[in-house]
């Protein structure tokens, strides 16, 4: 591999007349280290005193271009794969304009401060967003406006606070975002009904707790960069469903623990509380077990064999153990005395 770069590496020279060299990269071409033969991606650099051209390859194939051509203050970047064509150019370092395939945005400024965006395609515009700030130079609001179905939406920036909000012109239906102190709200409405309210709060132990909240209020808490800790529903503010993630030190999950309440129209309650424990081993379950009102009514788990054997309890005590195959019921044993097997 190291002797076919290398040659890559000449005849590129030879033909564009520049500078070439060969480093080893990854998979969005960035340099690791002068090339040594053993990295799955590598980056040939061709380079003169107005073009710099970079060739990344993987497996030695070529996968990406990307070619940087400067001069005075403006510089322009092409890059292209298999799928798409990106073009860039900057002024003084500044982005002025990209192309994405066929879709254009223009960026407008004035005294070093983006006051607006125009996305377009084939010279239709598609959208358009305003900026607006400060006597003090902070960013206050954006407005933006599509043309296809004139949706709007304003974001307002007030400090530690953020407000956005998304309209269709003259209807019933928009969307609101709020963030104050932290707390992110984002409210739904149709037709001037409240059809979603969800409030996303970032607690102090870099924990996440993002709650839906309508008459089945759902909460999920994160933690450690975004890591599924517990969900809870609520139903009419009581809690009906809660489901406890564990993990292990490399954040495999190794356990689920699963309470239900069942409502019940003859005491016009939750009296009922079933329990659920799922282990896992290797990504995969290993074992079930379920309780109702803190007693054990059933487990299953999969020999070596990958049969299922499920026990079933009454009062707590085993009366009954199924063998399956699949979904195919091959031996039944209870536990009571003078029965047989099946």
Do not use: H, P, W
């Not at 002797?3 to 080893?24: D, E, G, P, R, V």
């Not at 009296?271 to 995969?284: A, G, P, R």
């Amino acid at each position: 591999m190291k002797k076919k770069a290398f040659l890559i590496s000449i005849y590129l020279l030879c033909c564009f007349n520049l500078f070439a060299t060969t480093y080893n990269s990854n998979s969005i071409g960035q340099k690791i280290g002068e090339y040594d033969g053993k990295s799955e991606f590598y980056l040939v650099e061709e380079a003169n005193t107005t073009t710099i051209k970079q060739s990344l390859y993987k497996n030695n194939q070529l996968i990406q271009t990307k070619t940087i051509n400067e001069k005075n203050d403006i510089k322009t970047i092409t890059i292209e794969d298999s799928s798409s064509k990106t073009y860039q150019v900057f002024n003084n370092d500044i982005l002025i304009s990209e192309m994405v395939n066929n879709i254009k945005t223009v960026y407008n400024y004035e005294k070093n401060k983006l006051i607006s965006k125009i996305i377009s395609e084939s010279n239709n515009i598609l959208e358009v967003d305003k900026y607006f700030y400060l006597s003090n130079g902070k960013l206050s609001s954006i407005l933006k406006v599509k043309n296809d179905s004139e949706i709007y939406s304003i974001i307002n920036f007030n400090d530690d606070n953020l407000s956005i909000s998304y309209s269709t012109l003259n209807s019933k239906d928009y969307k609101k975002s709020q963030i104050t102190e932290g707390i992110i709200n984002s409210i739904e409405y149709k037709d001037d009904k409240l059809v979603n309210n969800i409030e996303v709060e970032k607690t102090t132990d870099e924990s996440l707790i993002l709650t839906k909240q309508d008459k089945n209020s759902i909460k999920k808490e994160y933690y450690n960069k975004g890591v599924l800790d517990k969900v809870e529903t609520y139903y009419n503010d009581e809690l009906i469903k809660s489901i406890k993630y564990y993990y292990n030190n490399d954040y495999l999950l190794i356990k689920t623990v699963l309470e239900e309440k069942d409502y019940s129209e003859l005491t016009k309650s939750y009296d009922k509380i079933t329990q659920t424990i799922t282990d896992y081993e290797n990504s995969k379950i290993s074992k079930v077990q379920v309780y109702e009102n803190n007693k054990l009514v059933s487990s299953y788990y999969f020999d070596r064999n990958n049969y299922k054997i499920e026990d079933l309890y009454q009062n707590g005590t085993l009366y009954c153990t199924i063998t399956y195959d699949g979904d195919n019921i091959i031996d039944i044993q209870y536990r009571n005395e003078g029965s047989d097997g099946i």
